[in-house]
């Protein structure tokens, strides 16, 4: 439960009826990383042409940088917070070859 908190924003700790459903509180964690990955996304589509009047070419490339990494991150947060959703509804996992 923590850990599915800990990726949702701090505001959903307040819902109570989401700390005594886990797996409501799963989707909830699911489509905010989802919007989380979108965001990521847009920043690096745009980020060179948003950027450019702000800020020197060294720090946009730093910053489309950073924007990789954490789209990279999302994609593993994104797996994990399924996975936990699937098993939090029953799903079992099959090992595969």
Do not use: N
């Amino acid at each position: 439960m923590s850990w599915l908190l800990d990726q949702c924003p701090p505001e959903y700790r307040g819902y109570s009826g989401l700390r005594r459903h886990p797996a409501v509180l799963a989707r909830f964690a699911v489509l905010h990383v989802e919007a989380m990955q979108a965001a990521a996304r847009r920043g690096l589509s745009e980020g060179r042409t948003a950027l450019r009047d702000i800020a020197e070419p060294e720090v946009v490339d730093k910053a489309l940088a950073t924007w990789e990494m954490e789209q990279a991150r999302l994609i593993g947060l994104r797996r994990a917070v399924g996975l936990v959703e699937e098993a939090l509804r029953g799903r079992r996992f099959r090992a595969r070859l």
